[in-house]
């Protein structure tokens, strides 16, 4: 298992940028995808973006063309560039990585909050 924490959430206002962080405890090369969720008050958990190891990527339809999910195997960081940030962006916002050897092992990170003012 890898321990993930995120950090650079905040307090924007609406057509703002905010970058997230997600940096693991460990080298994520051998992590099979990384992961962008989010959740509302009151609402499901949704999936943002994907990223994997290869660096295929793939968005959810309410943030494509607006966000950017990367990664950097030297530091151990996935990243989420979100531009464009409407008031319905506002959640915390989870890591999540999948590594599948033989079983799968899944971690999740303590979240971060995004608030969007209109």
């Known amino acids: 298992q890898v321990q993930l924490v995120e950090s650079g959430g905040g307090l924007v206002q609406a057509g703002g940028s905010l970058r997230l962080f997600c940096a693991a405890s460990?080298?994520?090369?051998?992590?099979?995808?990384m992961y962008w969720y989010r959740q509302a008050p009151g609402k499901q958990r949704e999936l943002v973006a994907a990223?994997?190891?290869?660096?295929?990527?793939n968005y959810g339809d309410s943030v494509k063309g607006r966000f950017t999910i990367s990664r950097d195997n030297a530091k151990n960081t996935v990243y989420l560039q979100m531009n464009s940030l409407k008031p319905e962006d506002t959640a915390v916002y989870y890591c999540?990585?999948?590594?599948?050897?033989?079983?799968?092992?899944?971690?999740w990170g303590q979240g971060t909050q995004v608030t969007v003012s209109s």
């Open positions: 990223i994997t190891s290869g660096g295929s990527t």
């Open positions: 460990r080298s994520i090369l051998s992590i099979n995808v």
């Open positions: 999540h990585a999948m590594v599948v050897v033989g079983i799968r092992v899944d971690s």
